[in-house]
């Protein structure tokens, strides 16, 4: 009858690199429940076995049970919702296969133990599974004991094979899934190394960062080892090449990669989120002009809003944006979004499909306080868009994002900015002494403008051409 459960982490398939204490525990089992996924993954039911052969002394007789592994399901087609559900449904299914091989082991297999790639606590399914079994059998009456061994991990090998340290003096790390990474990243969370990654999900993050160092590295600590490093912007397609050709060759990847700032940059103060996501938005139009969440796509429109002399004026400072500049801008739109800092908008001439300039909400101050920025492109100038954008964004932002009030500022002698905000229905409520700096470095008065739902708004009323 079952007595003990052992979770024994293996390292990454190297009998070299497995603990003295996990071998040990090792030379204690007398079954070893395998997940059995099917032909193309055998050769890692043959790496644990041949992890058993190596350690375990030749007088200790055990063997090793394969369990046919229960559908996971398409993890990538699912929301987090349903993710989380499918993943616990999986779990229990396990749960159940394994009961019914340790309820036909013989009296004399008392002590069952898994083998745990890398360090058990970086794969939490294989313990609760174990914490599963043991409430399963604490139920029925039956004491089963069960411990956990620590292994080397694939981010500790990593490391060791590029020959750097997981982190920078005083710096955090930060260890998250590919399914989590595009939308939780941010430069101030450190190092990020990110496992059970089955799609490189750093791609994502290319056009918003790619000024990143990569290191991967797949099949760690075996014959078929793996290493890529590099800038993010010019490795990734090569992780992308070799990762597709060692599936092709293995028919699966274990893989492994750590993101950092190049040592030279700063480490930034973590900016967290001011309230929760933005909701989702489709485009909204007014038959003239239509509103659309900013993508990756729209940073010319980002780039040209910007480096014009007009936007340029009134800036405060005279930098002009770069093509990088305008593309990092564009492609972590979509995290401001979902992070609830800023909602961010291209403006779209309805007649031509062009993008025609820019307008955001950003959550500033207080709770329910939006703070709004715009621009125009100059060939769609003079023409109503900005007033047109206000409303429509406005509209959303009291109807859907659960705002209370907006608030936007111009310099004192931008004259234009000013009548867009009013003929959108806001209503000036003073003048800020020296405010806003100017590129000269000079400063000016601001004229402050507020929305509430009650004031009301005018529909835009400047000509269209």
């Known amino acids: 009858m079952i007595g003990r459960i052992r979770v024994i ?56 049970v394969e369990v046919p592994d229960p559908r996971r399901g ?22 159940d296969a394994y009961a019914e091989v340790i309820d036909g082991l013989p009296d004399s297999e008392t002590t069952v133990g898994f083998l745990v790639w890398g360090d058990p606590a970086f794969y939490d399914s294989t313990i609760r599974v174990v914490d599963a079994l043991v409430a399963r059998y604490a139920a029925a009456g039956v004491a089963v004991e069960h411990d956990v061994i ?21 710096a955090p790390i930060h260890i998250t899934t590919g399914r989590r990474l595009v939308e939780e990243y941010d430069l101030a969370l450190g190092d990020v190394v990110v496992m059970l990654d089955g799609h490189l999900a750093c791609a994502g993050l290319v056009d918003a960062y790619p000024q990143l160092e990569l290191f991967w590295g797949a099949y760690l600590g075996s014959p078929d080892e793996l290493l890529v490093a590099g800038r993010l912007g010019d490795v990734v397609d ?12 293995h028919g699966w990847v274990m893989d492994t990669y750590l ?7 700063p480490v930034p103060a973590r ?55 305008a593309r990092r801008v564009a492609a972590g739109a979509a995290v401001e979004w979902r992070r609830g800092r800023a909602a961010r908008f291209v403006m779209i001439d309805v007649e031509t499909g062009r993008g025609a300039g820019v307008i955001g909400v950003m959550r500033m101050g207080p709770p329910g306080i939006g703070l709004l920025g715009y621009g125009v492109v100059p060939d769609f100038r003079g023409r109503g868009f ?16 659960g705002v209370a009030r907006l608030e936007l500022g111009h310099k004192v002698d931008n004259v234009a900015s ?32 507020s929305l509430t739902p009650e004031s009301g708004a005018t529909e835009p009323t400047e000509p269209t051409r």
């Open 9 to 64: 982490g293996i390292g990454m398939g190297n009998p070299g690199h497995v603990t003295g204490e996990a071998a040990g525990a090792l030379a204690t089992v007398d079954v070893f429940l395998v997940a059995d996924k099917g032909e193309v993954k055998s050769d890692l039911v043959a790496a644990r076995q041949a992890v058993c052969d190596a350690l375990i002394p030749a007088d200790h007789a055990y063997r090793v």
């Open 74 to 95: 398409p993890d990538a087609e699912r929301d987090a919702t349903a993710y989380d559900r499918g993943v616990r449904d999986w779990h229990a299914a396990r749960v």
């Open 150 to 170: 620590a292994g080397i991990s694939a981010p500790q090998l990593l490391a060791a094979r590029h020959r750097i340290p997981l982190n920078r003096i005083g």
């Open 238 to 249: 090569e992780v992308h090449r070799v990762r597709a050709e060692a599936r092709e060759r």
């Open 259 to 265: 993101l950092r700032q190049p040592t030279d940059a």
């Open 271 to 325: 900016v967290g989120p001011s309230g929760p996501a933005f909701p989702a938005t489709g485009t909204l139009s007014d038959g003239v002009v239509a509103v659309r969440p900013l993508g990756p796509g729209d940073w010319e429109v980002v780039r040209d809003e910007h480096n014009n002399e007009e936007s340029l004026r009134w800036a405060f400072t005279d930098e002009p944006l770069t093509d990088d500049d």
């Open 386 to 401: 900005t007033a047109r954008a206000l409303r429509l964004v406005s509209d959303w932002a009291f109807r859907e994002a």
């Open 418 to 449: 000013g009548k867009a905000a009013t003929r959108a229905g806001f209503r000036a409520e003073g003048r800020l002494a020296g405010r806003l700096p100017n590129p000269d470095g000079t400063r000016s008065d601001e004229i402050y403008y």
